[in-house]
């Protein structure tokens, strides 16, 4: 809209307003708060779910990296207790915990390597999980920042649609996709 006055022209901003209440509703977008949730998931998992008040996922994490942790710890005893059974065989021991009270062992060397390589895979598998789940509660923290920060109304719709067809009352089936014009 414009008005003319002795050769100049003014022009009015009404439009400007409308933008700018546009931009006033959506002021509380935070770019970097997906970047300090991974941070805070970083420094100390759980940290970014509290920070994105996901709390029921804090407990899950835990237990997780704990369980994970729990069997690296007991894989490894093992793989060192079957180590140095092995170690005191090829020394010609006779007084491990798997050969027993007889003569005959009840577990044999060979087997003893093959529980050393199983423990170790485990105790492999163990570290693998818990950084999984470590890395897992990063992405996590980091995903759910960016949407709780998505923009959620109904300018913008699809959702299905169920008709029953009043002619031969078969069932109409579709997807309805509503876009909505200020």
């Given amino acids: ?24 509703k959506n ?4 770019p970097l708060a997906p970047a300090k949730a991974a941070f805070y998931s970083a420094v100390l998992p759980g940290l970014g779910q509290a920070y994105t008040k996901k709390y029921w996922k804090i407990p899950i994490i835990y237990a997780g990296i704990g369980i994970s942790i729990y069997f690296y710890v007991q894989n490894n005893k093992d793989y060192n207790n079957f180590r140095d059974a092995y170690k005191r065989r090829l020394a010609g021991f006779t007084d491990d915990e798997y050969w027993g009270t007889g003569t005959t062992p009840i ?14 895979r485990n105790k492999d598998t163990s570290i693998a999980v818990a950084v999984a789940f470590y890395l897992l509660n990063i992405i996590d923290a980091n995903v759910d920042a960016h949407l709780s920060q998505f923009n959620v109304n109904d300018d913008l719709t699809f959702e299905p649609v169920f008709n029953i067809n009043p002619i031969d009352a078969s069932a109409n089936y579709s997807l309805s996709l509503k876009y909505r014009l200020k």
Wanted: hydrophobic share 40%.
């Fill in 27 to 30: 002021n509380d977008y935070n």
């Fill in 1 to 24: 809209m414009f008005a003319q006055k002795s050769d100049t022209l003014f022009f009015k901003q009404e439009s400007v307003l409308i933008v700018e209440d546009t931009l006033i």
């Fill in 107 to 120: 577990i044999s060397s060979d087997r003893l390597v093959d529980a050393q390589k199983t423990a170790k």
